[in-house]
């Protein structure tokens, strides 16, 4: 039996899953993260990132637990005239940024917690890295999202800075009653 037949094999045994993987699977996959990968391997491995994280937890976490930003930034780094791996990092990084601001108005999200001011200054290096990937029509499409993530990040920051003896909503309340003054 081939891999293809197996991939088909409707009720593959568990106890074979995971060996395959690790013996044939895994050591393609960690070539993302090494120097010289070609950049259409680094775009399939992208891809298929959800295939191979879910079945081997612990060699993904020995890849450091790249996300699909992270294996969409590294195919373009290789290869930035590839228009696939551009969109895919857009729409990734789009994803990203929603996630961080979907608890709004309680606070910007970093991975499952609340972000520190360390990573808020990330999340605006990520903005402005995200801007610059954008041609006209994207910047039209996500601009609301930009904008949003443009006043949330740094004030957020801010935020955290200060004393945080109130939430943040309240805290924004009181910024903007100040500048209304």
């Not at 409707?10 to 013996?23: I, L, N």
């Not at 857009?90 to 108005?105: C, K």
């Not at 601009?143 to 955290?160: F, I, K």
Request: glycine letters at 6%; one cysteine or more; hydrophobic letters at 35%.
């Amino acid at each position: 039996m081939n891999a293809f037949e197996l991939r088909r094999t409707p009720k593959m045994p568990s106890g074979f899953a995971r060996p395959f993987f690790g013996a044939c699977c895994f050591p393609n996959l960690s070539l993302v993260t090494s120097p010289g990968t070609q950049p259409r391997p680094a775009r399939s491995r992208s891809s298929r990132k959800n295939s191979f994280a879910i079945p081997n937890p612990e060699g993904w976490e020995a890849l450091g637990r790249p996300g699909d930003v992270d294996l969409w930034k590294e195919a373009y780094r290789r290869d930035p005239s590839s228009d696939v791996a551009r969109v895919k990092l857009v729409a990734s990084t789009a994803r990203f940024i929603q996630y961080t601001l979907h608890e709004l108005p309680a606070g910007v999200l970093y991975g499952n917690n609340g972000a520190t001011v360390e990573q808020c200054k990330d999340l605006e290096t990520e903005l402005a890295f995200f801007r610059g990937l954008l041609t006209s029509t994207e910047s039209e499409q996500f601009q609301n999202l930009v904008e949003l993530a443009s006043v949330h990040y740094p004030a957020y920051r801010a935020y955290l800075s200060q004393n945080q003896r109130q939430g943040y909503a309240t805290f924004l309340a009181e910024r903007d009653g100040a500048s209304n003054d």
